[in-house]
Nanobody, 120 residues
């Protein structure tokens, strides 16, 4: 069974940087892509960005984070990173990592989430 676990959340000030990690275990060889989502209090979960898991790197980002957030990966460490720069209070949310397995039409393995709080 595939599992993903996030880490790296915390409390930072506006303008600071933070890096989140998403590490896969179990059937990680079945992963096609990994994405980051976030959910702020009282709001719906929203897409942040994604990357392919292996082979050619293809990433895409939500408009709200383009230019500030960067997704990278380490196949050897089975980890995807979300580097967040120039953080804003509106980036405050629980950040989730999700994996899409080969043959799946959606992200079907989700982590528990990690809290990111940006103070003004």
């Amino acid at each position: 069974q595939l599992q993903v676990v996030e880490s790296g959340g915390g409390l930072v000030q506006a303008g600071d940087s933070l890096r989140l990690s998403c590490t896969a275990s179990g059937r990680s060889y079945r992963i096609y892509a990994v994405a980051w989502f976030r959910q702020a209090p009282g709001k719906e979960r929203e897409f942040v960005g994604s990357t392919t898991w292996s082979g050619r790197v293809r990433t895409n980002y939500a408009d709200s984070v383009t230019g500030r957030f960067t997704i990278s990966r380490s196949e050897a460490q089975k980890t995807v990173y979300l580097q967040m720069n120039s953080l804003k209070p509106e980036d405050t949310a629980v950040y989730y990592c999700a994996a899409q397995q080969l043959g799946a039409d959606s992200y079907d393995a989700w982590g528990q989430g990690t809290q990111v709080t940006v103070s003004s």
